[in-house]
């Protein structure tokens, strides 16, 4: 089977700061890959280069068959690059289903022109639909975007991700700063997206790790130290010793 995303040798340096050191993995198609490491290892350093935001000085990033190494942001997504952030970006003043909405318009290559008649965008509003029928966001949709909690805001960005109908999705911690219930409902929707879209998972969380992953990356000091599933992840040295014995956190 042909991976969906092949990092090769993937080096960064800033000055004399190796962030990126020779990393190389692989997502596989229906995969949800997990890549974890301390605060510093270079995990959004890696994202960056990843989603075209930094150049590397030396490696290959291959989505889908394809070297897009070089290839700016938007021909990324436009071969079907997805991502989500640390901190929303959302329309805060558009409600949930017009964000998931203009969403798919972008998709399609068209302009979102808001005083449509409604029976115009009627193929819109059923894919908006479909998607907050996912999750916890389903009767939500007339919500505007500014009233959601901090959850909910994760939660929706997923989605307008998902509108896009990504060939691959790279989130960027999306548990943070959630409570125990949102924590859950976010892990819930992942593991339904995780059926039909491969991601790769930049996350501190590690119930959320441990819960979702076919596989994990350690990185530390810009290096991958290890891959496996969550059983070797957890017996090795390196990863303990790496995480400064916080035994309790890799458990």
């Known amino acids: 089977m042909t991976p969906i995303l ?8 800033f000055g004399g700061l190796l962030a990126t050191d020779d990393v190389s993995l692989t997502v596989m198609p229906g995969e ?13 350093t890696l994202i960056n280069q ?5 150049t590397p000085n030396a490696g290959r990033i291959v989505l889908a068959g394809q070297d897009v190494t070089h290839l700016p942001v938007p021909d990324r ?19 949930v289903r017009e964000n998931i909405a203009m969403a798919v318009q972008a998709r399609e290559g068209g302009n979102f022109r808001i005083f449509d008649r409604l029976r115009r965008r009627a193929p819109l509003w059923d894919q908006a639909d479909a998607l907050l029928a996912k999750g916890a966001m389903a009767g939500r949709g007339d919500v505007p975007a500014r009233d959601l909690s901090h959850g909910e805001r994760k939660q929706l960005e997923l989605l ?13 911690e999306p548990m943070a700063g959630l409570g125990h219930v949102e924590s859950q409902e976010m892990i819930a ?13 930049v996350e501190h969380d590690m119930d959320a790790v441990f819960a979702l992953a076919g596989r994990i990356s350690v990185l530390v000091y810009g290096r991958v130290i290890a891959t496996g599933d969550a059983d070797a992840i957890r017996a ?3 990863v303990r010793e790496a995480y400064l014995g916080a035994e309790d956190e890799l458990c």
């Open 32 to 44: 949800i890959h997990a890549l974890i490491g301390p605060n510093g290892a270079g995990k959004s």
């Open 236 to 238: 090795n040295p390196a």
């Open 6 to 13: 092949e990092i090769e040798g993937l080096v960064k340096r």
């Open 189 to 201: 929707l992942l593991r339904e997206v995780g059926q039909e879209t491969p991601m790769l998972l």
């Open 50 to 54: 990843l989603c075209g935001e930094l």
């Open 77 to 95: 997504v436009a071969m079907g690059l997805g991502r989500t952030f640390q901190i929303t970006s959302l329309l805060d003043d558009a409600t």
């Open 160 to 172: 307008v991700a998902l509108a896009r109908r990504p060939r691959l999705l790279l989130l960027d």
